[in-house]
Every structure is written in structure tokens, then in C-alpha cells.
């Protein structure tokens, strides 16, 4: 059974959590792996990101993705969020901190982005 891809983060937003320093133990792994496929014109390589349980066999690289949930744990106790609808922002409160983001498509990567300007503040579980 496939899971949404929403409860997980992005590559992208796992990717600047890593950068950002926060390393969250996880169910999922985004992975990437090479491998070889064939064709009638012969083999040809495949480089390419993944989403998968760990541990399975070696990918040349790991990078952890958290659910809504492991992220969630992860941010300030009195973590409020307003949405507002019919805007193009939504806006995420830690004690008397605002911080004002774009809509997301995924709404892990709004937790991840959050996550990360929290710890840039400062802020505390």
C-alpha cells in the first residue's frame, strides 16, 4: 500500500533540513541509488531519489524524511498556526514569534521550514 507522499517531506525541504543542521530520526529515507536498465540500444544508468522504509540495501546516499508527525514533535510546545483562507500566506506563531510563509503544496515542508526558523531562533521543544 502506498502512502501519501504529503505526509512526508519533499526532497527538497529534507534536503535544507540536513543543510540547516537537524537531523531528525525517521521512518522514511529519501535515497539515491544508481542502477542499470536495459533497452533494445543496451544498458544505460539510472540515477534517481527515492522514498523508502529503511534499511534495505546500500544507496550511495540517505537522507531522512520526516512525517507530519516527526516533525511536528519536534517544534516548540506552544506552536500555534493560522491559516488564512482565500490568502496566499499562512502564518505559524511560536510564543510571541510570527513567521509568515507562502501556501505550500505539501504541508510537511511548511512544518520543515517552520522547524528550521525555530531553531534559527532559538526556540526550544
Known amino acids: 500500500m502506498n502512502s501519501n507522499p504529503n505526509n512526508y517531506g519533499s526532497l527538497e525541504a529534507c534536503q535544507r533540513l540536513v ?5 531528525l530520526e525517521t521512518e522514511k529515507v529519501w535515497a539515491f541509488n544508481e542502477w542499470i536498465a536495459g533497452t ?3 544498458p544505460y544508468g539510472i540515477e534517481e531519489w527515492r522514498l523508502i522504509s529503511p534499511p534495505l540495501t546500500p544507496y550511495k546516499q540517505r ?6 508527525v516527526e516533525v511536528w514533535r519536534e517544534l516548540p510546545t506552544f506552536t500555534v498556526i493560522e491559516k488564512h483562507m482565500g490568502g496566499t500566506h499562512e ?3 511560536i510564543g510571541n514569534k510570527r ?13 520543515i521550514d517552520l522547524l528550521i526558523w525555530a531553531r534559527q531562533k532559538g526556540e526550544k521543544k
Request: aromatic residues 10%; hydrophobic residues 45%.
Open 40 to 42: 533494445d540500444e543496451g
Open 99 to 111: 513567521y509568515e510563509t507562502c501556501l505550500y503544496n505539501n504541508p510537511t515542508d511548511a512544518l
Open 19 to 23: 543543510a540547516a543542521g537537524i537531523v
Open 63 to 68: 537522507i531522512p524524511a520526516p512525517s507530519m
Open 91 to 93: 502564518a505559524w506563531v
